[in-house]
């Protein structure tokens, strides 16, 4: 799959090499789209730029077809989850995939990259028992975000998004407990109050959005990859008087080892969001919004261009897919 | 199943190639031959081994005729429907419908208050390209229409206007009472009436610019118009007959998600959409098209649809909103003001006892 330049996505033929030391070869099942960074280059957003063609994707779910030297334990025939882009076939590095556990669907399991940047959001935000939690933006990545406060003991979780557009998913059991759409309703976001806001937007409007609903002494995570200055913000009222906390949350400064009590390793989150999926303390399939074919990736890509108007979880389903071997 | 006899009305140019691609539509024979120019009508008739008639009258009394197709010049058209519809004879006219709105719903309540069929020659609708070029828009190679343009700039001589270079020599294209306007009525009608068809949309408000600034004639060779199409699309349109040794025919149509140009030598298309099988983002070329005659096409349309009783594919809703956007064009320079193009209101026409 490709970007051919802003807002055109194209299946296209390509060729793939096969694995050399510390590589394997997938066989794609299912693979996720991760809205933000997707998006964000497709439309050429600030801080996004890339050359096209641009092959998008980093999450998916597959077969291990053939294995180089030097992978692990892993070998051909298994399940595996993590870092591919959008593509029938890959060969990629071993060291960022997981194994899938046997009770989690390829569906589920190919969410693997947006669970581990929610994940070590949600770490840092350190939710309390009986917090009050408002997550702004109801994308993927926010509704993501609405569970896994939910599972750590927040006592509601208020969903904070501009339309209801995405309302029904947002209010799925397991997710939030309240819907705000604060272009359409009348409503007021300083009367929030949350003790944790996690912005998973990536907007400096939402940032903006997201400091008006915490309460005083409350922690604002910035979870979006924000594209653009946010500009306007009063330290003094915010930091000083208000006395907010603002921590930065991106995936870019995960440790590789360094772990700590609210750190920990991209391995670490990744085969935790595994197990949650497994004990199905967690579930994500619910989230699937449109399960698309390869072959319409054009409209898909051009409805997440136009800001992915009702759509949350979208997966490509490779299963019956053989684009690396035909010329069309 | 039988054919639709169709009597031949007119002698001149246009009325012979009409003539010739009725007979190969295979659908319709040639019933008769009337012009008033009666040497021409007789040598067509001769030619098409077809019955001359003396006059129009006799024509529409014969019973061996079921359709009459008029190639007449167009203050004729309004009259000679109106008798051939009160005959019980089906009509094929030349565009445009008439000159005037007025005169066009005059034919359409006569032909429906006798229960007869009528179609106006908008034919080049029926080219393959314009079929083609249609089908990318419904398949959604342009997303939403935004804009338009039309350039079609030719040189008319002095023949055309004076009738000299016709088999029926006759000035009256030069007339403004007869023709009704000059380079828009008579020939970019069509390029208005296929915009229409393959998009979709029509216009809903026209400025126009116009002039006679090289002809021996009383009506417009040259012309401008912008206009709005629909509710958003906004469109350019460029048309002379005083271009001297450099022809142009080239039609932009663009939106959300694409661009199509069409010009003589086919079609082009960009899309950001897989469209026909075609890989989005870049400009592909359509440049073979099957040689068929579009003026055939056009009467078969119309000779299934008198067998079906339906309306013709070219009909006259068609056919008056093409003229209403026309006659709004000259009306808006007259006026020197933008106008808001007229919709057509069927149950004016048809509340016919």
Known sequence: MQFLDFEIAHLEPYEFLSPSNGEVLIKAQFSCISPGTERAVLCGLPGARRDFPYAPGYAVAGRLLAAGKGV??????????????????????????????????????????????????????????????????QGLIGQLANRLAKMLGAARVVAIAPSHNREKTALLP?????????????????????????????????????????????????????????????????????????????????????AGPQRWTYWQEGRLFLDLLANQRLS???????????????????????????????VFDWRDSNTSKSAA | MDTL????????????????????????TIAGVFDINHKAARDMAHDLSAPFFSSYEDMLKSEAVDAVLLSVPHH??????????????????????????????????????????????????????????????????????????????QYKNRGYWSGASSNSPDNWR???????????????????????????????????????????????????????????????????SIMRGMEQKEERIWGTN??????????????????????????HKFKKFPNVSWTAEWVKGFVNAVRSDTMPPVSYVDAWENLAFITTAYQSMEERRALTVPEFISTQLESVA
Not at chain 1, 224 to 246: H, Y
Not at chain 2, 192 to 220: H, N, Q
Not at chain 2, 258 to 283: A, N, Q
């Open chain 2, 76 to 153: 004729l058209h309004r009259s000679m429907t109106v008798q051939a519809a009160e005959a019980g004879k089906h009509v094929l006219v030349e565009k445009p419908i008439a000159n005037t709105l007025s005169e066009a719903e005059e034919m359409i309540k006569a032909c429906n208050a006798n229960g007869v069929k009528m179609t106006v020659n908008y034919s080049f609708r029926y080219l393959p390209k314009i079929l083609k070029a249609k089908q990318l828009i419904e398949d959604g190679a342009l997303g939403e229409i935004t804009g338009f343009q039309t350039c079609i700039q």
């Open chain 2, 174 to 240: 030069a007339s403004k009472a007869k023709c009704g306007g000059g380079f828009l009525i008579m020939t970019a009608c069509h390029n208005v009436d296929y915009l229409y068809y393959i998009t979709g949309l029509k216009g809903t408000r026209v400025y126009s610019e116009y002039a006679t600034l090289g002809s021996p004639a009383e009506v417009e060779d040259i012309i401008s118009i912008s206009y709005r199409m629909g509710e958003r699309a906004v469109g350019s349109f460029s048309a002379s």
């Open chain 2, 5 to 28: 006899r169709i009597g031949v009305v007119g002698a001149g140019a246009i009325a012979q190639r009409n003539a010739r691609d009725t007979v190969a539509s295979g659908v319709a």
């Open chain 1, 284 to 314: 994500v399939a619910d989230l699937i919004t449109w399960q698309a074919a390869p072959t319409e990736c054009n409209a898909v890509y051009e409805n997440l261009a136009q800001g992915g108007r009702g759509q949350v979880g979208v």
């Open chain 1, 174 to 258: 397991g997710g939030a407990d309240e819907f705000l759409a604060f272009n359409d309703d009348d409503v007021s976001l300083a009367d929030v109050q949350a003790d944790i806001v996690i912005e998973a937007v990536g907007s400096p409007d939402a940032n903006l959005t997201a400091l008006e609903c915490a309460k005083d002494k409350g922690r604002v995570v910035l979870l979006g990859s924000t594209r653009g200055l946010t500009r306007n913000i009063n330290l003094a009222e915010l930091v000083q008087r208000r006395e907010l906390t603002i921590v930065g949350a991106h995936i870019n400064a995960m440790p590789e080892h360094d």
């Open chain 2, 258 to 283: 694409g661009s199509l140009l069409i010009h003589p030598e086919g079609l082009e298309m960009y899309s950001t959409r897989p469209i026909d099988g075609k890989r989005p983002g870049k400009v």
């Open chain 1, 72 to 137: 692990g334990n892993l070998k051909v025939g298994d399940r595996v989850a993590g870092r591919m882009p959008h593509a029938d076939l890959a060969t990629v590095s071993a060291r960022h995939l997981f194994k899938i556990p046997h009770q989690v669907t390829d569906q589920e399991a190919c969410f693997i990259e947006l669970g581990i940047i929610c994940l070590q959001g949600i770490r840092k935000a350190g939710i309390q028992p009986g917090d009050v939690v408002a997550v702004v933006g």
